[in-house]
């Protein structure tokens, strides 16, 4: 008995002392994630976490600015000679981390593995126009594209990697080297990334001295551990209450910026129901655009109104897609045959009901209550709907992408470019056309898109195409992802958010 | 008593095979495939084909269970799809986590549940019996993630006085180091471990208090109770040695089994804490479908409870004289 008291006072003492703030170190700063990276390699990074750090370990030959725009990191110029080449002039006396130097070599070694197949990276898709890529001489690489091809300089961000280390056969999934602002200090699965500055940069040494990239699976844990002073910085996703809660705390920054993703609807166009452009009108017009972004969404994201995103410089507001208006839904489908003959509250046609399957997957708590609301919007116009709600690889490769859908809810992240979100997913035979779209014309624009090298030319295509995908609707999109950051107020640097969540603007280096 | 261990130690051998089977048959109902997570949205279905053929996924089933137990007789767990490192070394580098974390929660739950449950029983239907067994209520009921996200936000939120998240040193080397002086190493892992552990052992708690209050009780009538108070020995004493003794076996058994639901909690509360053990690593694998890595983590907590099961079922013969095992 007395060895349980004293247990228990022990405990109880433990609960009142106050706890030592170790985590208070200068020049650090501690940002919370929700997943942890997959990989530190740069050629495979699948999650945000690994891309973000990722990031900070290597550099490319290009840095995507928060605005989009590809501007010199490794690269120090480069040229078109012809719409089909791109020579790239390496900056002099560059060294990775550990002070061996970063050659065209590498330059070359990293995009020869990342197109190779059997290399399985994930983003090979967004290469596959490359040909070839050499080594001029030691500051000079030549990209030969078999068609023109203008989203390519948006995607060579991609970070450099060591040639003679990977070949040595160091794993730098696990141990990186890279010519990026940070260096790896350790790495606790599942716990934490520790990263130091990394003196040999180009741009000289960040502000910040340290980065610890901690891992909170729980977005309300991640929160209240911000609040409590553990994490310098969090990011979406976080819950809205949360967000509510933080927003009012004047001891925290508050940033919300644009990001590079969507949430849409994806009509399966094969479907015998939904084959009719019209139908996928009637259908769109039963989806409160409003609601889900203000209510479900706490208005961080935005109400979209094309497959452009906004931020893009391809946008225009003179395209739109229907909007909210069940009145004019169940007319349109009483226009095609579907009334309520049997006075039992259900379109039906020819005997049969209106019925149809809203999906989309359980991680994501938002959309699994989009779905329940559009659901209860459906029965409401008249619509028999059965919502379908499973895990991410079942619903993603075992559903949708074997077409066995009909109105599927999901998304598509890091548009840095129109083509991003278009042609892969609707040209005809495209390799994401999960709802079997076909229209000729829309194929040649998108087609045009990609191949013309002059902005306003590129524009002129993607308004023309999504002025058609306004109108047969294979996408409908519902919002133009938001992101948002918060940050605690005394951290000693300016602090810029980026599209991607991506961290450089929070070490020292801005743009 | 050495044959029984031996031969509970060899028991472990079909159990682990049906484990294996039983899991690997799951894993193949549920829908999903690795080689698409692992390519994400953009993947084309020949990179997907491509991918499934080197990672062996397109073999028949009864080649790939096979191919497993061959590799497992070797001692290989296989790969992780996702982490591209041995099965076995990223098990290792977190099993001692949440076993740290769950025998901890485990001490706690017991010191917390017996004391609640002895008070209980001796206060029987006074204002402390109702107190106590609505905290055992409560801690029945209440899930362990509410609990954990209401305990951070009281004590590292609003109060301060831990940290919210994360885990200090290892709590052996921690114990090590306060021995050669640096007691604050220990202080901190500690501190860390303070929140988690009690947010895993409150439901257990409750459950053991209500037990031993319940087995208490009825001891507490028995004969021999009356017997020593007759004898004149003080209430401490009847209860500590006479009462508790016998209340205790029940109670027992029940801690071994807890030790398992301790386990399965620690995957929930490991996510909201950050603590690094294989309750997160579990959480991660069965949603990027990386199978080996949940054929192997699956298959450490199987052996971790047997293992712990039959510690208890020694510690069963140890209490009880009448029990002979052989």
Known sequence: MKKLLLAT????????????????????????????????????????????????????????????????????????????????????????SDGSPLTADD??????????????????????????????????????LNAPYAPLLSYLDVGIVPKALVEGGADIALNP????????????????????ANDAYWRGAPTMDNVTIRIIGDNSARSQAFEAGDLDVIQSPLAPQDIERLAADDRFGNVIVAGLGVNYINFNTKDPLLADPKMRQAFSMLIDQETIVNDIYQGVDQVAHSIILPSSWAY???????????????????????????????????????????????????????????????????????AQISDWPSFSTNYVQQSKHQIALLGWLNIVDPDRLMFAQLTTGGSTNWGGYSNLEVDELLQTGRSTLDQAGRATAYQAAATILAEEL?????????????????????????????????IGFTD | MLSYVIRRLLLLIPMAIGMVIVTFGLLLIIPGDPAAVLLGQDATPEAI????????????????????????????????????????????????????????????????????????????????DTVTMLFAQIGVSMPVYWLGLLLMLLFAVQLGWLPAIGRGVPLPEALLAAVTGRPQVLWDSLTHLALPALALAANSAAIISRLVRASMLEVLRED????????????????????????????????????????????LTESIFAWPGLGQLTIAAISQRDLPLIQGIVLTFAIVFALVNLVVDLLYAAVDPRIRLG
Do not use: C
């Not at chain 1, 719409?83 to 990775?96: H, N, S």
């Not at chain 1, 990276?121 to 596959?128: E, F, M, Q």
């Not at chain 1, 940070?182 to 520790?194: C, H, T």
């Not at chain 2, 991918?51 to 070797?74: E, H, I, K, Q, T």
């Open chain 1, 316 to 386: 225009s507001d003179a395209i739109a897609q229907p909007t909210f208006d069940i009145e004019g839904a169940v007319a349109l489908f009483n226009e095609l045959g579907w009334t309520d003959s049997n006075g039992d509250g259900v379109l039906d046609k020819d005997g049969a009901d209106l019925a149809v399957t809203l999906a989309t997957h359980s991680e994501d708590g938002n959309r699994v209550q989009s779905i329940e609301f559009l659901q209860a919007i459906f029965e409401a116009a008249g619509v028999k709907a059965t």
């Open chain 2, 49 to 128: 084909l491509n991918l499934r053929n080197s990672l062996g996924l397109n073999d028949p089933w009864y080649v790939r269970l096979f191919d497993y137990f061959a590799a497992l007789l070797r001692g290989d767990m296989g790969r992780s799809i996702f982490q591209n490192q041995a099965v076995s070394e990223i098990i290792l580098g977190r099993l001692g986590a949440t076993i740290e974390l769950a025998v901890v929660a485990l001490i706690l739950a017991t010191l917390i549940g017996l004391t609640l449950g002895v008070v209980a029983a001796i206060r029987q239907g006074s204002w402390i």
């Open chain 2, 224 to 267: 021999f109770v009356r017997t020593a108070y007759s004898k004149g020995l003080r209430q401490g004493r009847v209860v500590v040695r006479h009462a508790l003794r016998n209340a205790l076996l029940p109670v027992l058994s029940v801690i071994g089994l807890r030790f398992g639901a301790l386990l399965g909690g620690a995957v």
């Open chain 1, 9 to 96: 006072t022990a405990l109880v003492a433990l609960g009142f002392m106050p706890a030592q703030t170790v985590f208070a170190q200068d020049n650090t700063l501690v940002v919370g994630t929700d997943v942890d990276a997959g990989t530190l390699d740069p050629r495979l990074t699948r999650d945000t976490t690994a891309s973000r750090t990722a990031d900070l370990i290597y550099s490319g030959l290009v840095h995507i600015t928060p605005s989009l725009e590809a501007v010199p990191d490794l690269a120090e110029s480069w040229e078109n000679p012809d719409p089909q080449t791109f020579i790239f002039k390496l900056r002099p006396d560059l060294t990775f």
């Open chain 1, 177 to 196: 080297v890279g010519a990026g602002p940070m260096k790896l200090v350790s790495w606790n699965r599942g716990s934490e990334i520790v990263l130091e």
């Open chain 1, 107 to 144: 330059v070359v070694f990293t995009y020869t593995t990342l197109t190779n197949p059997d290399f399985n990276a994930p983003a090979r898709a967004l290469y596959s126009p490359i040909t070839a890529v050499e080594a001029v001489d030691p500051l000079t690489v030549k990209f030969t």
């Open chain 1, 474 to 506: 294979p996408y409908y999109i519902v919002s133009a992802q938001g992101y948002q950051m918060f940050y605690a107020k005394d951290l000693p640097v300016e602090v810029q958010a980026t599209p991607r969540g991506n961290l450089r603007g929070l």
